[in-house]
């Protein structure tokens, strides 16, 4: 691939990257979230066309199309969530789409697929049963299976996405066993992955990605972890933050040992005034931690408490979102458009759905008129920019249509604001004014719990970082004095040098 | 990854789609009635005729309104004809036993209530499809009238007091008609000025996101079916009060054309939303098709082909403008 671009409205995800794979090498691809990795896999897959650039297979110039063409030429992507139909068995899975061996009659012939089916998995030496239907096989089987799938279709390119982030340490080595049969056997291996110590196991050459660039390609036997983090990081520009507040006030949020699906054991305290970052890779638990406080996803063990909610009933946590809100926590959810909007109805439904019997006459009978003079009052607060309020939510930007969400958590008097990759999607001017937003709301004694992916906002709006590392507390790094390597290195699980408890 | 749109106007191309979807269903309504009047001068717009086309359509309106909430929420329900039928042979049997009219209508209605609470309860808590579990509840409705009735019609010791409902007139107003107004009414008032309503709209637009910003989604959505069961029981009290008598199986067609009359009325409003008053037009459409397809003494077999390419072709119109969105 050479020179290869593409754009999306207001950013920039693959920028002129040029990046090669050899027969027969394992190629590790690493980067932050949002570095352009995921973006250049879909254009590798034909699912997504470049803008410019050129892409060449075996030497020849190919287009890549659409994904018939890159399976057609060998292409096959191996992606985090696996293509199987789950009550398929192996066999049945490994030649999906392929034509079926017949007998004589018209019917399969089950006995020479299942032998065909098990003499692919040999070659990759991997031992599978092939007649037990996958999804009661181990996600390890199970993306082996895939692996074999792409194999048994004649795959000279193989693109793997984050393939271990279910699998245990056990069938880690097993797939790496996989990996290195289908490298013996001349296939192209493109690794991507978030555990850096994987890459220097597996990987023959590794290039690093940051903001839709490459950054370097390099031998892995030439890389140590601290030289792959500090390229990874790069020296990013620094953007302008608001200055920090002064000093926490009292306790708004208390989690003591909390666990869940995937986070274990984390304790902290979120202070008025305080902008408590979250930070980990995807899958280290962020968003969990945020749903279990606004009372969404389970909680295993573990107690949460809202020391300003005084009566002793009401400290407890939230059962449902609808309690929260009632007990002032808000949250600004992960997905704008799916689980932060109703983007069929206008801007100010959208606003006062929350707390809508606020707005009612006798908390029953729609007041329209109080709601948009509500909507008004918050949507010049935030600087909302839209034609009318009446307007259908989906025809904002992104910016303005996260200001909604915000505009509705304000609604209320939430002290405790969750807020999960506030920023993602949205441009750079209205980046600066939710970062603004978002600190004038701590001067006004609200404390913030963010979740951010771009380390250098979450290091610079917070004043402490709290890193999670695959659902356990690494610690509490006072912001002020960190910097992206710290915790980058400990959001790969490296326990940092000057950690806090607390 | 998503592309965002980055206008903050409102789109103004494609204006004519917007236009045929916005009003195809209302022409569509206009044209048949001119057709028909310049068909049938003089017979199709007389008083008379009009009044029995209200009065046909009644009872198609009430349970079309109320299947209007549940599909306001994004879900349906299948078991409002096979209802109907029940609660109208609740309602016969209670009165055939001297219980009184309105201990009889009372104890119908509630059952409606039970049953439509049922429903909800399989779709919004125990998680089932709203398809699966309302085809599922209409088979054992049905199984429970002609259980029941033992497949019979009952008719004969129906308390007098009963026939005025479907029977009589208040002035020139049918009673159903009327009770149809109410019903109307009350459940557009509902929807579009309260609080509840508004929820209603919020889950049927993306049920996570009104979850996450409070909405108790699944408490909702029980309640829709609630009244979707009492509507269906009404239409049954309602039927079997016309027909004076109760057939097991009587309210059966009412399932299929509320939820066309219900589809049609979507073409009409919003962002393809159901809406009471489009349902109503839906309804109106129906009814006004099939009584002048009966003035000019079409087949009525060949009156359902008519029906179901109205249906389609409403239904693509409005889809067509919908993909036209995008």
Known sequence: ?502 | MTVESTTDNPPRRRSMSLWLRTYGTFIGLLAMVLIFSLLRPGVFLSVNNLRNIAEQVAILAIVSTTMTVVMVVGDFDLSVGALASLCGVIVADMLIKQLGLVPSIAIALAAGALAGALNGLLVAYAGLSAFVATLATMTAYRGLSLWYTDGSTLFSGIDEAFRPIGQGSTGPVPNSVLIMLGVLAVVWFVMEQTVFGRRLYAIGGNAEASFLAGVSVRRLRLIAFIISGVGAALAGIVLTSRLFSAHPTAGEPLMLTSIAAVFLGMTMFREGEPHVLGTFFGVLLLGVMNNGLNLLRVNSYIQQVITGVIIILAVLISGLARRGQR
């Open chain 1, 1 to 502: 691939m050479r020179h290869i671009t593409k754009t999306y409205p207001g950013v920039r995800a693959v920028d002129d990257v040029t990046f090669d794979v050899r027969a027969g090498e394992v190629h590790g691809l690493v980067g932050e979230n949002g570095a352009g990795k995921s973006t250049l896999i879909k254009i590798l897959a034909g699912a997504v066309h470049r803008d410019r650039g050129e892409i060449h297979f075996d030497g020849q110039p190919v287009t890549l199309a659409n994904v018939h063409e890159a399976k057609r030429l060998g292409v096959s992507i191996i992606h985090q969530e696996l293509n199987l139909v789950p009550y398929f068995d192996g066999a049945e899975n490994i030649f999906l789409g392929d034509p079926y061996p017949h007998r004589w009659y018209g019917g399969v012939d089950w006995r020479t697929l299942h032998r065909r089916a098990a003499a692919i998995l040999a070659q990759l030496g991997a031992a599978i049963p092939v007649d037990v239907p996958v999804h009661r096989l181990s996600p390890g089987q199970q993306t082996m299976i895939a692996i074999a799938h792409g194999f048994a279709a004649n795959a000279r390119l193989m693109v793997m996405d984050e393939p271990t982030a279910a699998l245990t340490d056990q069938e880690i080595e097993r797939l790496f066993a996989v990996i290195r049969a289908l490298r013996e056997q001349g296939v192209g291996v493109v690794y991507v992955s978030h555990r850096l110590e994987e890459i220097f196991e597996i990987a023959d050459r590794v290039t690093v990605m940051r903001n839709g660039r490459v950054v370097t390609t390099q031998p892995a036997a030439k890389l140590d972890q601290d030289e792959l983090v500090r390229l990874m990081i790069g020296r990013n520009v620094e953007t302008v933050f608001p200055p920090r507040g002064d000093g926490m006030g009292e306790p708004l949020l208390e989690v003591q040992g909390l666990s869940g699906e995937t986070a274990r054991d984390v304790t902290f305290t979120l202070h008025a005034g305080e902008v408590l970052g979250v930070a980990g890779l995807v899958g280290a638990g962020r968003s969990e931690l945020l749903r279990m406080i606004f009372g969404v996803d389970p909680i295993r063990a573990g107690q949460i408490r809202l020391p300003s909610t005084d009566d002793a009933g009401t400290s407890r946590a939230p059962r449902s979102p609808g309690d929260a809100f009632r007990k002032g926590v808000a949250l600004v959810p992960e997905e704008r458009r799916s689980q932060g909007l109703v983007l069929s109805r206008p801007i100010f439904e959208n606003v006062t759905l929350t707390h809508l019997a606020r707005f009612a006459r006798g908390g029953l009978l729609l007041d329209r008129r109080r709601e948009l003079r509500e909507t008004a009052r918050l949507g010049d607060r935030l600087g909302l920019k839209a034609h009318s309020l009446r307007q259908p939510v989906m025809q904002l930007s992104g910016g303005n249509q996260q200001k909604v969400v915000f505009a509705r958590c304000l609604a209320g008097e939430a002290r405790v604001l969750l807020l999960d990759e506030p920023t993602r999607g949205i441009d750079v001017g209205a980046k600066l004014e939710l970062y603004q937003i978002i600190r004038d709301l701590t001067r006004e004694g609200a404390g913030v719990l963010l979740v951010s992916s771009e380390l250098p906002e979450l290091i610079g709006l917070s004043d402490r970082v709290l890193v999670l590392h695959e659902g356990r507390q690494m610690g509490i790094i006072d912001a002020a004095t960190t910097d992206q390597t710290e915790v980058l290195r400990a959001c790969y699980g490296f326990t940092p040098g000057e950690i806090n408890g607390e």
